[in-house]
């Protein structure tokens, strides 16, 4: 994907403009720069996202959500918060059709933010490694919730999903309303970003996006896990061990999820600036891990400050993780579509922005889940030389 301009960060840091002018400070303007792709010649065979690593085949299935209990902040007069979620897990087998990646109307959207090189109905036919409702394989899995960048879907999360599920996890991936250029619901109805002009007209602050979106991931919860469960094979999700991770200001309303439901037990930000302080228990001991860029913003005393503050109040086991040579982009599946379609990349290939994220990402609740001694995340190590350990 194109990139975010990061210099001017400072200047908009405690501004709500900052989700929607393309800086990065909140992390959280996943807004790509218009025209970047314009004389790029267009690929006409689909990308094709990593293998998954892990010992299982992985089955898809996607799950609509209405919670009506609650009024949408965006849309009030919506008929209650809407909610897309696809469910990625270990299959018992590798039958069902491909799962695809995302509706044409969901990537023409996205592809008209990245500019003319880009085609929405290439970028839909990405290709992924996952099966559409197919049965699990037997087991009792941890669950793993996943909320993207702001203004994009929770299929550029897709590869890091994928993984989790061939490794023994269910993940519940998680589009939230009027929070995403497209998101396509049940009856061919898209839902657009009314979020984007709500923050561009200024007034609203980012926290309303991480506030809502904590109790997005609660009503998610309550109707995966539980009587009111809305999956038939629910019972293969073990409701004790239950993580979160999200990028940019998905990774920041991971922080807030967790501060508001004990239920969620260890939580990643990738490359997101905090929106909320956390409250003065910190997260009661819970393990947390930020994992963002080797730059100017997420370094100890950076640009976004708010990576300081929120470490001093991390009250449990924690990381803090960056990788040399990547870019806001490169811990969900922009390497891969930037490659692809020929969009200026950063230093840190596309393979190798996918690998780190998905070892750092597991390792991490394969400890903090499963109780698996992981020791890469103990400090730098030979096989991975473009992570650096901070200790501010």
């Given at each position: ?49 990593p293998a998954p690593t892990g010992p299982h085949a992985v089955g898809s299935t996607v799950l609509p959500l ?327």
């Open positions: 994907m194109t990139r975010l301009t990061r210099a001017v960060a400072a200047t908009v840091l405690a501004s709500s403009l900052a989700l929607t002018a393309g800086v990065a400070t909140a992390a959280a303007p996943d807004a790509p720069a218009p025209g970047a792709s314009a004389a790029v010649a267009q690929p006409a065979r689909p990308a094709v996202l209405v919670d009506r209990s609650r009024t949408d902040p965006w849309v009030p007069t919506a008929d209650g918060r809407a909610l897309m979620v696809t469910l990625h897990y270990p299959a018992a087998r590798s039958g069902g059709g491909p799962a695809p990646y995302a509706t044409r109307e969901e990537a023409r959207l996205l592809a008209e933010q990245l500019g003319p090189g880009v085609s929405g109905d290439v970028l839909a036919r990405t290709r992924t490694h996952s099966r559409t409702d197919v049965r699990p394989a037997p087991g009792h899995r941890p669950l793993v919730l996943l909320s993207p960048g702001f203004s994009v879907s929770r299929w550029t999360l897709t590869a890091l999903a994928e993984d989790l599920a061939s490794r023994g996890y269910v993940v519940a991936s998680v589009d939230h309303a009027y929070e995403s250029f497209g998101i396509s619901l049940p009856g061919g109805r898209t839902l657009t970003c009314v979020a984007c002009e709500a923050l561009d007209e200024g007034g609203v602050h980012g926290s309303v996006v991480t506030s809502t979106r904590a109790a997005d991931m609660r009503y998610v919860l309550d109707r995966l896990v539980g009587p009111r469960s809305v999956w038939r094979y629910a019972d293969v999700i073990d409701a004790r061990r239950i993580g979160m991770a999200g990028h940019s200001i998905g990774g920041a309303s991971a922080a807030t999820a967790m501060a508001a439901d004990r239920r969620i037990d260890a939580g990643i930000n990738m490359d997101g600036a905090f929106w909320e302080e956390l409250p003065a228990e910190g997260l009661r001991g819970r393990p947390f891990m930020m994992l963002g860029t080797h730059d100017e913003m997420h370094l100890p005393g950076g640009i976004d400050t708010s990576w300081d503050r929120t470490w001093s109040a991390l009250d449990g086991w924690k990381r803090w993780i960056t990788l040399a040579g990547s870019d806001h982009f490169s811990f969900s599946d922009g390497p891969v579509i930037s490659r692809h379609f020929g969009l200026p990349e950063p230093e840190l290939p596309a393979d190798r922005a996918v690998a780190l994220t998905r070892t750092y990402v597991s390792a991490f609740f394969d400890r903090h889940l499963r109780g698996l001694p992981r020791p890469v995340l103990n400090g730098p190590t030979a096989a991975h030389p473009e992570a650096h350990f901070q200790n501010p």
